[in-house]
C-alpha cells in the first residue's frame, strides 16, 4: 500500500504554482485544481468591487481574493474572497504569504471542477477556525448556501437571485442582490 506524503506549512510555502494550477493545503494534502475560469473570476471580482470599497471606507478590515490564509496547523486553504475583521489582524504582517489569520467571512465559488466533499471541507474547515459565515455560490444554477457555526453541526441557510447576499453582523448595512452575482 502506497503512502501519501504530507506537507508541513513551511513545504507548501516553499512550492512554486505552476501555470495554470493552484495549490491548497488539506490536513497535510496538496490539493491541486485548475486555475479559475473567466466565467468564476468575473464573479469574484464582482464581490470585490462592492466589498472592498464599503470595508474600506468603515475601516472594517480586509478584503483579500485568492490569497493563502493558513487556517491550522498543515491547513492552507485559498477562499475566492475573504473578510478579516480589523481587531484580528494587529501585528500581522500582511506581506507575507500564507497569512497567519483565517477568515471571519469566506466566500467560495463553486466550480464544474470542484468536488461536493471537497467543498464540504473546506466549510467545516474555516467553521472549526472561528469562521462566522461561509458562503457557497453556484452560478449555474443561481444558488447560494450560507453556513454558520451550530451547536453540534453547522446551520445552513439556502439563496437565490431573488435573495441579498449580507452578513449584517460582520458587514452592518452592506447588501448585494444575489442577482447582480449571478446575472
Known amino acids: 500500500m502506497a503512502t ?4 508541513t506549512i513551511q513545504d507548501y510555502a516553499a512550492l512554486d504554482e505552476p501555470p495554470g494550477v ?7 494534502e496538496l490539493i491541486v485544481t485548475p486555475s479559475s475560469s473567466s466565467f468564476h473570476n468575473r464573479i469574484r471580482d464582482h ?5 472592498w470599497p464599503f470595508v474600506e471606507e468603515r475601516k472594517l478590515g480586509l478584503v483579500v481574493s485568492e490569497t493563502d490564509l493558513i487556517l491550522a496547523e498543515a491547513v492552507v486553504r485559498r477562499p475566492d474572497v475573504a473578510f ?12 507575507q504569504s500564507p497569512l497567519p489569520v483565517a477568515p471571519d467571512l469566506a466566500i467560495e465559488i463553486v466550480s464544474k471542477n470542484d468536488r461536493a466533499d471537497d467543498v464540504m471541507l473546506k466549510v467545516r474547515q474555516y467553521l472549526e477556525v472561528g469562521a462566522l459565515a461561509v458562503w457557497l455560490m453556484y452560478p449555474k444554477t443561481g444558488l447560494a448556501y450560507r453556513y ?10 439556502s439563496a437565490d437571485a431573488r435573495d441579498k447576499f ?13 442577482s447582480d452575482i449571478f446575472s
Open 4 to 7: 501519501k506524503t504530507l506537507l
Open 22 to 28: 493552484r495549490y491548497e493545503l488539506s490536513e497535510g
Open 47 to 51: 464581490f470585490n468591487t462592492r466589498l
Open 84 to 95: 478579516i475583521r480589523a481587531d484580528r489582524l494587529e501585528g500581522i504582517d500582511l506581506d
Open 148 to 157: 454558520i457555526p451550530g451547536k453540534l453541526e453547522p446551520e445552513v441557510r
Open 166 to 178: 449580507d452578513e449584517p453582523d460582520l458587514l452592518p448595512g452592506f447588501s448585494l442582490p444575489l
